[in-house]
């Protein structure tokens, strides 16, 4: 017959330590030091702007803006206005889809030379091509589409190249980054069976980087539909032309209608690009 076991003594229990948070300012945290830095140089920004925040807030200010909002309730709705703006609508549309198109095919052009696929990638023309990329992209759309203008003339031509081009040193820097950071086992593999570095890319590199590259399309499409609404100040089409138009001659009515179209333009990209995502993520 078995010894009944004597009862488990209690282990007397320690008290938790408990830590206490951390300082707001150390003078060892370089963070800190970064934040201070920020802080000072905004401070600095507000004393040197010459802000004139009485006369922003004034009451003639105020009643004139209030005047202007008056105005721009009273949206154009004639049958021929919103003929004119529907096809302005839609040329920005085709500005923007064809101008992310154009940057799509440049920036995967650009993205393979500017990245380094492997270890052993000698990757000859990797300056060079970056180079080249950031010089599209520190260039502005606007800029581009003034220096188009001059020889593709005033139109959406101009303002459609002028947003491949900006796009695609945009896209090709992303597309690049992220074929670099692709997992380099696939292609190691094939890599060893003697396949060519085509193929390896076809194979290996793109079906892993592919829905990166399709996000990074989607959300420039999206930014590329206000920048195109924003071109047509300059003469390059679509909605921004008719905007600068109407409010160059004051007509609040027709502007506000050409307002309104935008924001409507610009939740239907929003809303199917959303869509096109998570279709992609399933």
């Known amino acids: 017959m078995q010894a009944p076991q004597p009862p488990p003594t209690k282990q007397a229990s320690t008290p938790a330590t408990t830590q206490l948070p951390p300082k707001l300012f150390n003078a060892r945290c370089l963070s800190c030091w970064l934040v201070l830095g920020v802080a000072l140089l905004v401070l600095a920004s507000f004393t040197t702007l010459n802000l004139q925040w009485a006369q922003f807030f004034s009451w003639d200010a105020i009643s004139r803006m209030g005047r202007f909002v008056g105005e721009l309730m009273h949206p154009e709705s004639s049958s021929a206005f919103l003929h004119k703006l529907a096809l302005a609508t839609l040329e920005t549309l085709a500005m923007s889809a064809l101008g992310t198109f154009i940057a799509l095919i440049l920036g995967v052009l650009l993205a393979l030379p500017a990245s380094k696929a492997h270890a052993q990638d000698p990757a000859r023309w990797r300056g060079p091509a970056r180079l080249l990329l950031n010089a ?99 003469g390059a089409g679509g909605l921004g032309q008719m905007l600068a138009f109407h409010m160059g001659l004051f007509q609040m009515g027709e502007t506000s209608s050409v307002l309104l179209a935008m924001m409507l333009l610009v939740a239907l990209v929003d809303a199917l690009s959303y869509l096109i995502r998570s279709a992609l993520s399933r």
């Open 136 to 234: 599209l992209r520190s260039t502005p759309e606007l800029v581009w589409a003034t220096l188009l203008l001059i020889a593709a003339g005033l139109g959406p031509f101009a303002g459609t190249l002028a947003l491949g081009l900006h796009t695609a040193g945009v896209l090709g820097r992303l597309f690049a980054e992220a074929i670099e950071n692709a997992p380099p086992e696939p292609g190691f593999a094939l890599r060893l069976r003697g396949i060519s570095e085509t193929r390896i890319f076809l194979y290996a590199s793109l079906p892993q980087v592919l829905p990166q590259l399709l996000s990074y399309t989607l959300y420039r499409w999206e930014n590329n539909i206000r920048a195109a609404a924003v071109l047509g100040v300059v």
